[in-house]
């Protein structure tokens, strides 16, 4: 016997659908699928499935498909470099100063970036004076302005990097991103380098002119 309501059994048919099936649809979105999925969220979060917090994390990894490079990273103007040819004292305290663990190093203009400086680094330099801040950078990660969030944070993984330089169509310096910044879009924001008090930092400054450094300094 044929259904008298045909519109009705469907409507029935498409809410019974689980939602694991509707992340699935997600990776495979046809129209407003991430909005519905969103929406879902919130109802679940409502019905008391899930709290607060994994909503707001779900919701973050389905907007973060959206989300490219440029829109979260440190804008140029915004980014703490390095010169090659600073001194160790003016390194040191740049450090202290914005609590950063890394620090993009450029040689001659701000555009030429030529390596990654680790914080931690600089403390060989006291156990062996004959290395130089050349000496001690580690290779520069380029990535498009373009650059999917979820890619990048799969190359992050992948290739054990924390930060990347990001270039513009035309091959300039527009920023920086973190790994950090990456999540952040998913769980909210991290208290992390570019965001502690420097009174909270990891590296202090002492009387005697000497620095203690926090053992989990990465």
Do not use: W
Not at 121 to 127: A, G, H, M, T
Not at 134 to 140: C, D, G, S, T, Y
Request: net charge negative; no cysteine; proline share 5%.
């Amino acid at each position: 016997m044929s259904d008298p309501h045909p519109a009705r059994a469907s409507l029935e048919k498409e809410d019974r659908r689980t939602f694991l099936q509707k992340v699935a649809e997600f990776i495979h979105p046809g129209p407003d699928s991430r909005d519905e999925l969103i929406e879902t969220l919130a109802d679940a979060e409502d019905n008391e499935i899930i709290d607060a917090e994994s909503r707001v994390m779900l919701e973050g990894v389905l907007r973060m498909a959206d989300l490219t490079a440029g829109d979260v990273m440190v804008a140029a103007p915004r980014m703490d470099v390095v010169s090659i040819d600073s001194p160790y004292d003016e390194i040191l305290h740049l450090v202290i100063d914005t609590a950063h663990s890394r620090f993009p190093v450029y040689e001659g203009e701000r555009e030429n970036i030529i390596g990654i400086l680790l914080a931690k680094d600089l403390l060989k330099l006291q156990r062996a004076p004959e290395l130089n801040i050349r000496a001690l950078l580690r290779p520069a990660v380029f990535v498009p302005e373009s650059k999917g969030l979820n890619d990048l944070l799969r190359e992050f993984r992948g290739n054990r990097n924390h930060l990347a330089v990001v270039i513009d169509e035309f091959g300039r310096i527009a920023g920086l991103i973190t790994i950090e910044d990456v999540l952040e879009e998913i769980v909210g924001e991290i208290e992390d380098e570019f965001d502690i008090a420097e009174e909270e930092g990891d590296i202090f400054g002492l009387a005697d002119r000497t620095y203690r450094v926090s053992g989990d300094t990465s």
